[in-house]
């Protein structure tokens, strides 16, 4: 279970439209997809960056896992997703060497992408994303 690359990194907003705007004009990155994704309680906005993403996220209500990431920390980072090929394989290896997992099995992200969560007690306080993508020329 190798990542393939880093699928995004995801940033936890109160204020979507305010954070689209402020990140393009720091950095003149605009907006490729924004969606609500309802069974995650989120609306988030996708931003190209070379081959990679910022996924900016703003809860759909208070007592949701974004609402209260921010009730608790407030704005900035809220993990990291990594491309794999086989979010299956890639769950049961992480399974295999004791990795807590939020998610054990596939669920349906954003894009319709097939996603999976990593617990922060894994790896330093860090919340993982795996994002299933396909292989190229497949």
């Given amino acids: 279970m190798l990542p393939y690359n880093i699928d995004h990194v995801a940033i936890a907003v109160a ?12 950095y003149g990155v605009a907006v490729q997809r924004r969606e609500v994704v309802a069974e995650q309680g989120v609306e988030e906005a996708m931003l190209a960056i070379g081959g990679s ?3 900016l996220l703003a ?4 007592d949701t896992p974004v609402g209260r990431f921010l009730d608790r920390r407030g704005e900035g980072l809220h993990h990291v997703a990594f491309a794999v090929f086989d979010i299956e394989a890639a769950l049961e290896h992480l399974r295999s060497t ?15 992408h097939r996603i999976a969560f990593v617990h922060p007690s894994s790896f330093s306080g860090t919340l993982i994303e795996l994002v299933e993508v396909e292989v190229d020329g497949a």
């Avoid at 809860?59 to 208070?62: I, M, S």
């Fill in 59 to 62: 809860p759909l209500a208070p």
């Fill in 15 to 26: 204020d979507l439209d305010e954070a689209v705007q402020r990140f393009g004009e720091l």
């Fill in 53 to 55: 993403h910022v996924q």
């Fill in 98 to 112: 004791g990795a807590r997992l939020i998610d054990d099995e596939p669920r349906i992200g954003g894009g319709g």
